[in-house]
Nanobody, 124 residues
Framework: QVQLVESGGGLVQAGGSLRLSCTAS????????MGWFRQAPGKEREFVAGIRWGGGNTYYADSMEDRFTISRDNAKNTVYLQINTLKPEDTAVYYC?????????????????WGQGTQVTVSS
């Protein structure tokens, strides 16, 4: 099995920055993509960013490209999400996820394993 652990969330002022981390452990050899999603209170989980493991291609939700950057450290089995110029509407639980099969990697259903989430709260 695979375990994913996120870290790096917290309470920040609008305009600040955070870097979230997600480290995978266990049987990760079949990983083909990892991604970040977020879920705000009362809203559905939404895709933020993804990275393909083989080639390192990155992709983002349409509204995320300017302020969000996903990166990876393969040796550490870790992905990062850099968030700049945080806004109150970024407040959400941020989840990392790992895909080892098929499906649209912008959709949560494509990912088999999920972390517990890390809370990001942005105050105005």
């Amino acid at each position: 099995q695979v375990q994913l652990v996120e870290s790096g969330g917290g309470l920040v002022q609008a305009g600040g920055s955070l870097r979230l981390s997600c480290t995978a452990s266990g049987r990760t050899f079949s990983t083909n993509a990892m991604g970040w999603f977020r879920q705000a209170p009362g809203k559905e989980r939404e895709f933020v960013a993804g990275i393909r493991w083989g080639g390192g291609n990155t992709y983002y939700a349409d509204s995320m490209e300017d302020r969000f950057t996903i990166s990876r450290d393969n040796a550490k089995n870790t992905v990062y999400l850099q968030i700049n110029t945080l806004k109150p509407e970024d407040t959400a639980v941020y989840y990392c996820a790992l895909r080892d099969g098929y499906g649209n990697s912008r959709l949560a259903a494509a990912y088999r394993y999920w972390g517990q989430g890390t809370q990001v709260t942005v105050s105005s």
